[in-house]
């Protein structure tokens, strides 16, 4: 496959996804403060170039989600370091969303998981000293060994941040790829949901 078909791929999972998530009756109430970054990296990914993304992030706006734009290579930075870092653990992982975190949420995710043989994780940030927090380029890294450690050296599906000064806490879904990753995420979002 030449470098413009792996793109072409990447680009068209991730649209196909799209349609998946502004399909769903719920997903739009997990959107978080921050928004929706939705990525899919490329097989040989190493900088955020190599990672499609939705440019401005994906939101809501009366009910429906709100896609701004086509995916885009290097539209995103925080959500694209992490799925390098992730497929230095795992190359399979190449897509990943995050999404609204709340603890009943947790708890319910938590079961989920169980029951559909997905994996579950947290990164605990509240052990994340000063000078990684504040040295540019250090905190990812250090956020993704840490998940992995703590999760018997695999890196989960799902997993969540917790709270630090000035960060929304958050969970995060991995997989292998964006149309995986939206399918996981709607049931998820449609399953907590439709429980209420």
């Known amino acids: 496959m030449s470098e413009d078909e792996k793109q072409d791929f990447v680009l ?4 196909r996804a799209l349609r998946i998530l502004e ?28 990672v499609a993304a939705i440019p401005g992030r994906i939101t809501a706006f009366n009910g429906r989600l709100q896609v701004p734009s086509y995916p885009q290579f ?9 799925m390098i870092e992730i497929m230095k653990f795992d190359p399979k992982k190449r897509a990943g969303i995050n999404f609204k975190y709340t603890e009943q949420l947790q708890v319910w995710i938590e079961k989920f998981c169980n ?31 840490k998940l992995v450690e703590s999760s018997n050296g695999l890196v989960p599906d799902v997993f969540y941040e917790n ?16 149309i995986s990753v939206a399918e996981d995420v709607v049931s998820i979002a449609d399953g907590y949901f439709n429980q209420k």
């Open 12 to 15: 068209g999972n991730l649209c």
């Open 23 to 50: 399909n769903s009756e719920h997903f739009y109430k997990l959107i978080p403060e921050v928004r929706i970054n939705f990525v899919f990296a490329l097989q040989d990914a190493r900088k955020p170039l190599d």
């Open 74 to 82: 290097g539209s995103s930075d925080h959500m694209a370091r992490a």
């Open 115 to 145: 029951q559909n043989d997905l994996t579950f994780g947290m990164i605990d940030r509240h052990d994340e000293h000063a000078g990684i927090r504040t040295e540019d380029g250090r905190s990812m890294p250090w956020k993704i060994k």
């Open 163 to 178: 709270e630090a000064l000035g960060k929304e806490p958050l969970f995060v879904l991995v997989g292998n790829s964006a």
